[in-house]
């Protein structure tokens, strides 16, 4: 596990990220099974709309309708997964889920992770998600 860390420290740095770093879904898998949480940080009508991410817990970084910052997710967040434990966060297209890591590190988490590409891959030559990564 430790070379997984390692590679997503050595990648957020080069980002200069806050968080503890960014992490290839292969990478995120392996830390889930090393006990690391997943939080889907879509909205609720997303949720109802595509399903859930098997085994992830959810918690809206943006409401619906407006797109506004959920003022509630470091709370809801706190409630579902101790500061001490890695969690690692996802969206569909890897956008909003490092605003995500950034807020839970600023709030005290100590191993926070963006998944890179999303759920959805990143965009293909035509703008589309689902066909790449």
Not at 16 to 21: K, N, R, T
Not at 70 to 78: D, I, V
Request: proline letters at 7%; glycine letters at 10%; a neutral charge.
């Amino acid at each position: 596990m430790d070379y997984i860390k390692k590679a997503t420290r050595e990648r957020g740095q080069k980002k200069g990220l806050s968080y503890a770093g960014e992490l290839l879904p292969a990478e995120a898998h392996k830390l889930m099974q090393a006990g690391a949480r997943l939080v889907d940080v879509r909205t609720k009508p997303e949720m109802i709309y595509v399903g859930k991410v098997p085994g992830s817990t959810a918690v809206e970084w943006q409401t619906y309708p407006g797109s506004r910052e959920n003022p509630e997710f470091l709370a809801e967040l706190a409630a579902l997964v101790p500061k001490d434990t890695p969690v690692v966060f996802l969206c569909p297209s890897g956008v909003r889920s490092p605003s995500a890591a950034e807020a839970a590190t600023r709030a005290g988490w100590k191993e926070a992770y963006n998944v890179l590409e999303g759920f959805e891959g990143d965009k293909d030559a035509e703008g589309h998600r689902g066909t790449v990564g």
